[in-house]
């Protein structure tokens, strides 16, 4: 199942670690770099639009969707469900794009079981305290919901060494950096080189 052109990236963060930032910046620079749009049963906040951020629906094509079999991963976070799109995904892939799914730990263990090769990034802050700092500049968030959102950081955090790279973002520009050269490493593995370029190596070896 995981014989495509593109790689396939995991990219899982706390809230709040700044993970959104450091992707779309790497979107600006990559052109060969997609984010994966999710399914979400939550409210559209202020300037998403469906489609973009999210494709927003209701609880019950949701469901709908799972029965169907339809998600690479999915998961309930505090009230609400998110979900990944197989079709979507592989989609991009056969094209040769490189596509990162922004999930947690939960849902990178779901996409491993179907996807091995999958690279796996987890973000984390240099400190609580920044974090909690980021939170409340959101101000999208209640104090409550912030302190929820601080005790599941805590517990996410303990899934890193999950990951195949741990980036701390305590400079948002070296952050971005290792971001970067993360991508660009492992399209130049051996085994993505002889999938891309199997006739080249078939000619350089054929005399």
């Known amino acids: ?61 949701f469901l709908d969707m799972i029965a169907e079999d339809a998600f690479f991963e999915h998961a309930q976070v505090f009230d609400n469900y998110y979900g990944t799109s197989k079709a979507s995904v592989f989609e991009m892939l056969e094209q040769g794009i490189d596509v990162i799914l922004e999930i947690d730990w939960q849902g990178a263990r779901q996409v491993r079981q179907l996807y091995p090769n999958a690279i796996g990034i987890f973000i984390l802050p240099p400190s609580l ?27 996410e955090m303990s899934h890193y060494d999950e990951y195949d790279f741990v980036i701390i973002n305590d400079d948002f520009d070296s952050a971005l950096s ?9 399209r130049a593995k051996t085994t993505v080189i002889e999938q891309k370029n199997s006739n080249l190596i078939n000619d350089l070896l054929s005399l």
């Open 1 to 61: 199942m995981d014989k495509h052109k593109g790689n396939l990236f995991i990219l899982s963060a706390p809230s709040g670690a700044g993970k959104s930032t450091l992707y779309k910046a790497l979107l600006k620079q990559d052109e060969n770099v997609r984010i994966s749009v999710s399914h979400t049963t939550r409210a559209a906040r202020a300037g998403e639009e469906d489609g973009r951020e999210y494709y927003f629906t209701d609880v019950e094509s």
């Open 129 to 155: 305290a920044s974090l909690e700092e980021r939170l409340k500049k959101r101000a999208t968030d209640t104090e409550d919901v912030i302190q929820r959102r601080m005790a599941k950081a805590v517990n």
């Open 178 to 186: 290792q971001m970067s050269s993360i991508f660009m490493a492992m």
